[in-house]
């Protein structure tokens, strides 16, 4: 720490806040290249977190954290939070298994007040907080950072509206690094922001409200005309309409204006709205200029100014699904491509370069995004929406109600299916067969290579019926592409032949189950399909063969081996065919934690040695 001589002096923001005010410069400087060397040496999250480093300082300047609660929408950004708060020592093992988590995280640190991973939910939690707090007359302070992309969730304006009519005492902080910093966003402007969050006008707001209360018409006047008057200046009426009291454009740069509106915000009343402008990236001129390029890092010399390229010579899930989808558009006029706000992790740059017309970005709304697929479908228009699995979870709701139901022409494009690795439990996909199994109208495929994810995306897309196709993160196995034709629906591919037991895989585990074969001289069966599940096939096996195994990326519960346990128990209930024990290998009933997403795999006993051991151990018994 010789490079960084005030950072050093920071263990908590109790240290921080014993600074001189004219120190925080320097220390943002220092903690915004401790921030670049930790990240270069780790990977992780760098783009954000270099935007934010003067709103943490200001904010743990400030307020009296953890007391007053600070909550960090997504944490992309909380990298800095997280070196302020004592876990500077630790950075090296963020997003490592068994190390620091890549999001605020409660288990973690008093100073996480909020675990998040998706965005979009600090406005909620906030106000959840501070409403509490307020019934306990505990005088503590509540903060909410979000980004001006989360805050184009729905979920985020439902908090806003609602926040606004509570009238409780919170403080809301737009981080808004999309533009750059106009000229409205000067002297002139932070001299505004103090002015309006300053006691002499706060006073006079207030007082000017307790002597118009009995005059209705003058009070609604006035009220429209200040709102005007700063949406002139600022462009802050929306949020006004809501309830809130705006503040901003301010410079996110200038840690001492923030402390000044900070420490002005923090004793005003109601609830209260902070625009923050800043850039992201700041300080580092290859991040401020690729901002997207570098949001999320792998390690890389910092002084290079470029990141390596992939060493991998196969294509990626993602990059199979963007390619199809370009072959399918040049046939298919009618194609439209749909993504929340994922453009570039589900591997769509490309599409929306070629066909930017059919190409819709819907910012982070994944609810609207379905719905949206589904009065495109109605439309006579065949949508495909582009979606993380663990994304597609907040918008069960539509799928069931607004795709399923009417049985609508909606392929759903599900990347990030199974371990996704060093974003920890929220983002792992662990879920989606479960919860899409039990909807009727909807076909889930299940590909093993990138050959057959091509092909099930093309038979998911003339299918005229709802249909998903889900595929993990990562690179495939290297397979040669065939050209593309519709797969018959429901029927699995035997793809070894052998003794006893019959490994049936549903997924890109497929390799690791014909190694756990080859072991045990068993049979292995490429089911493809979870839903509908080839009955057939599972009967003839169970007939031939001791003991059957399923093998899925998914949980167990509800998951693909659930669905074979029914159609086993159906064959001796209604059939009277003997069935053979089933082992159901898969997601143990726990999140799963970060790590990379071989050593994840090997934890859960789900690589080829620990299907292997597991089959093996069961056979014994």
Not at 200 to 222: A, C, T, V
Not at 446 to 453: A, G, K, L, R
Not at 481 to 507: W, Y
Request: net charge negative; charged share 20%.
């Amino acid at each position: 720490m010789q490079n960084y001589p005030i950072l050093a002096l920071i263990n908590t923001p109790d240290d921080l806040r014993l600074l001189n005010r004219d120190q925080l410069p320097a220390l943002c400087d220092e903690l915004r290249q401790f921030l670049l060397e930790s990240v270069s040496r780790t990977s992780g999250h760098l783009a954000s977190g270099l935007g934010t480093v003067e709103l943490t300082v200001a904010l743990h300047y400030v307020y009296q954290t953890p007391f007053d609660q600070l909550i960090w929408d997504v944490g992309h950004q909380a990298y800095p939070h997280k070196i302020l708060t004592g876990r500077r020592n630790k950075m090296h093992t963020i997003r490592q298994k068994g190390g620091l988590h890549p999001f605020p995280w409660r288990e973690e640190s008093e100073y996480d007040v909020l675990s998040v991973g998706h965005s979009s939910t600090s406005i909620s939690a906030g106000l959840g907080i501070a409403i509490a707090a307020e019934k306990e007359n505990a005088n503590r302070k509540t903060v909410c950072v979000i980004g001006d992309g989360a805050i184009t969730a729905g979920m985020a304006f439902e908090a806003l509206n609602h926040a606004g009519a509570m009238h409780t005492d919170m403080l809301v902080i737009l981080n808004d690094n999309e533009m750059s910093i106009s000229e409205n966003v000067g002297a002139l402007n932070n001299h505004l922001a103090r002015l309006l969050s300053g006691s002499f006008y706060s006073s006079i707001r207030e007082g000017s409200k307790k002597i118009l209360e009995n005059l209705p018409p003058i009070k609604e006047f006035m009220k429209k005309t200040e709102e005007h008057v700063k949406g002139f200046v600022s462009g802050g009426t929306l949020f006004e309409e809501l309830g809130f009291n705006y503040i901003g454009p301010i410079d996110g740069h200038n840690v001492d204006e923030l402390v000044s509106t900070l420490k002005n915000m923090r004793n005003l009343k109601g609830p209260q709205f902070l625009h923050v402008m800043t850039k992201k990236g700041k300080g580092y001129a290859p991040a401020e200029n690729d901002p997207i390029g570098f949001h999320g890092v792998p390690k890389f010399d910092p002084t290079l100014g470029t990141l390596p390229k992939s060493k991998a010579n196969i294509a990626s899930y993602s990059t199979i699904f963007g390619d199809w989808l370009c072959e399918m558009a040049a046939q298919d006029t009618k194609l439209i491509g749909i993504t929340p706000a994922m453009r570039e992790g589900s591997g769509m740059v490309e599409f929306s370069n070629r066909f930017p017309e059919r190409y819709f970005d819907v910012a982070i709304a994944e609810q609207h995004a379905v719905t949206f697929a589904a009065g495109l479908a109605i439309g006579g228009y065949k949508p495909v929406v582009a979606i993380y699995s663990t994304f597609l979870q907040r918008a069960y709701d539509q799928l069931i109600h607004d795709v399923a139901i009417p049985n609508l022409p909606v392929l759903f494009a599900i990347d990030r299916a199974g371990v996704v690795g060093a974003d920890g439990q929220t983002h792992q996909g662990a879920f989606d067969i479960s919860f899409m199994r039990c909807i009727p109208n909807l076909v889930i495929m299940t590909p093993s290579d990138e050959n057959e994810c091509r092909q099930m995306l093309y038979t998911g897309y003339h299918l005229n019926a709802p249909a998903a196709v889900r595929y993990p993160r990562g690179s495939g196995i290297g397979c040669e592409l065939q050209p593309l034709n519709s797969l018959p629906i429901g029927k699995a591919n035997k793809v070894r032949d052998g003794k006893n037991i019959a490994i049936l895989n549903f997924g890109t585990l497929l390799p690791q189950a014909l190694a756990a074969a080859e072991k045990l001289n068993a049979s292995v069966i490429d089911m493809r399909f979870v839903k509908p599940l080839d009955q057939a096939c599972i009967a003839e096996a169970a007939q031939q063969h001791d003991m059957l195994v399923s093998l899925e990326d998914n949980a167990i519960q509800g998951g693909a081996g659930s669905a074979v346990a029914e159609t086993l128990n159906h064959l001796a209930l209604r059939e009277k065919i003997t069935i053979p024990p089933l082992l159901q290998l898969g997601f143990p009933d726990h999140f799963i934690a970060q790590g990379e997403q071989a050593e994840v795999l090997a934890e859960l006993q789900l690589d080829a040695a620990g299907i292997a051991q597991q089959i093996s151990a069961f056979w014994q018994q």
